[in-house]
């Protein structure tokens, strides 16, 4: 069983910054792939980042690119979403998933085993 649990979240202006973690149990952590994922108010769930087990590749959704940065502690078994020039569209519940799988499609929301229960960004004009 693994349990994530996501922290961070907040009201930020437009241009701010945030920090998204999670924190995640489990004794093979380092053999995970991490993803973060988000659900805009009436919007379907989207893939936002995700990093491979060894933290040898990532990936990103074009929305942002380049203002997203998602990185893996092996030790601290964490994982964390730097958001930099946020932006209102990226308001959203925010959600860190764990796949156990040894493939990498890190965009199939499907693949992931294991959701934390989110955390809320807020971004104001």
């Known amino acids: 069983q693994v349990q994530l649990v996501e922290s961070g979240g907040g009201l930020v202006q437009a241009g701010g910054s945030l920090r998204l973690s999670c924190a995640a149990s489990g004794r093979t952590f380092s053999s995970y792939t991490m993803g973060w994922f988000r659900q805009g108010p009436g919007k379907e769930r989207e893939f936002v980042a995700a990093i491979s087990w060894s933290g040898g590749s990532t990936d990103y959704a074009d929305s942002v690119k380049g203002r997203f940065t998602i990185s893996k502690n092996n030790v601290r078994n964490t994982v964390s979403l730097q958001m930099n020039s946020l932006k209102p569209e990226d308001t959203a519940v925010y959600y860190c998933?764990?796949?156990?799988?040894?493939?990498?499609?890190?965009?199939?929301?499907?693949?992931?085993?294991?959701w934390g229960q989110g955390t809320q960004v807020t971004v104001s004009s």
């Open positions: 998933a764990a796949d156990l799988s040894s493939s990498w499609n890190p965009r199939r929301g499907y693949e992931y085993d294991y």
